[in-house]
């Protein structure tokens, strides 16, 4: 019998004792005659128990369910059908996540850690891996000394969080923007422990990462290249200058088949390198891209940065440097106006032509300014004053000397 039209798929994990396999495969009297099977063990409800040999742990393959409890008699049953030389194939629906509980016997029998058991598994069995709840029911077996009960202390502290846990990795998972179908992804709540981090980016795909400053230590799988690029506080146009740099590792990562995730804890930062990729890959309008972003993520609001970030990449032909920015950056206009639009001062924040062509004609013009437009928009323009200065000195635009 085939499964739901799926074929039958088995892995030898333990020569001549234990099989890994799917639903097809346990159904197919033709495969478990073929591997000499004598012992079934199903993890899922769809396949009910035919006998004594046939041992069904009825559990689903979600994040949530307790498969942990079950493991001390399934790791019995393994053990005995095994002593007696008998042959098992243990099996779920796709045989990928709920057949885990083969490391079980593995971690109880051959004395290994549950990384060390998964990574034996996924050498026979390159396609197996187990949902995040499971992975951590393996931790808290191991805790348990291979013998967790209800009354085992590592068991109540795994009973008592895990399905907060379960939902913060699903939200981090829910949370990941689509931007490119099976291509391109924005996340700005990226997971820290380890495990989480490699079956964030499996569930996904991800095969590349792109991360931005500021960003928590990031630690991918090596199967996953990582990139990581800082961008000062003090220096927030340094994001144009590394754009390109950004926008070829994101196409060769495509254009290779791979999936790549743009990481920042900015949201409209990870925004911004999307849509400077997006220009440049579809030749296409900052306001286009603005659009295609929005599509994909509803509740972002494009920032005035956002907007002038990809107007200058647009402007500077997709080759932003210091001086193409000084030389764009007048004439890239900020589309809304801050409070007080009859403020001079405002008026100067609110439009960089005014601000980069006062300050070549008077340099303190913006620091004269700077308490005022404080205390009118909460911006501190003396920052902001002296990081347009920085710019404007590196392109030759002013002297050091008149700063």
Excluded at 250 to 276: F, Q
Excluded at 279 to 287: D, G, T
């Amino acid at each position: 019998m085939i499964y739901d039209g799926i074929p039958p798929s088995v892995d030898e994990v333990l020569k001549e004792q234990i099989y890994l396999g799917n639903l097809s495969a346990a159904e197919s009297v033709e495969t478990k005659t073929k591997l000499g099977i004598t012992h079934i063990l199903s993890v899922c409800p769809e396949y009910a128990s035919t006998g004594a040999h046939h041992l069904v742990i009825p559990v689903d393959d979600s994040e949530y369910d307790d498969l942990l409890i079950h493991l001390p008699n399934a790791c019995d049953f393994i053990g005995d059908a095994v002593a007696h030389g008998g042959r098992v194939l243990i099996h779920c629906v796709m045989g990928v996540s709920r057949s885990t509980t083969v490391r079980t016997c593995l971690m109880k029998n051959k004395s290994l850690t549950a990384p060390a058991a998964i990574s034996f598994i996924k050498q026979c069995r390159p396609r197996v891996q187990p949902n995040y709840g499971f992975v951590k029911q393996l931790e808290t077996f191991a805790e348990c000394g291979c013998a967790p009960t209800p009354t085992h202390p590592a068991y109540i502290s795994w009973k008592r969080k895990h399905k907060q846990d379960a939902t913060n990795f699903l939200n981090r998972l829910i949370d990941t923007t689509v931007i490119i179908p099976e291509a391109l992804f924005l996340s700005s709540d990226f997971p820290s422990e380890p495990d989480q981090v490699e079956l964030l980016l499996i569930d996904l795909g991800v095969t590349h990462l792109l991360s931005f400053a500021p960003a928590e230590k990031v630690s991918p799988p090596s199967p996953v290249h990582h990139r990581h690029i800082n961008i000062p506080a003090h220096a927030p146009d340094e994001l144009l200058l590394v754009l390109p740099d950004a926008c070829s590792f994101i196409r060769d990562a495509v254009a290779a088949g791979g999936k790549v995730l743009v990481y920042s804890l900015l949201e409209a930062r990870a925004c911004i390198v999307a849509g400077a990729y997006l220009m440049r890959a579809q030749n296409i309008s900052p306001e286009s891209a603005a659009v295609l972003i929005q599509d994909a993520l509803p509740l972002f609001d494009p920032t005035l940065n956002f907007t002038r970030a990809l107007s200058l990449f647009g402007a500077c032909n997709y080759k932003p440097s210091v001086g193409a920015i000084a030389t764009h950056g007048g004439c890239v206009a900020w589309h809304e106006p801050l409070p007080h639009p009859h403020s001079r001062a405002t008026d100067a924040v609110s439009n960089p032509a005014i601000v980069s062509n006062a300050a070549l004609r008077n340099p303190d013009l913006i620091t004269s300014t700077a308490a005022s437009v404080m205390s009118e928009t909460g911006i501190d323009m003396r920052a902001f004053g002296d990081a347009l200065m920085v710019i404007q000195q590196k392109a030759g635009l002013v002297h050091a000397a008149t700063a």
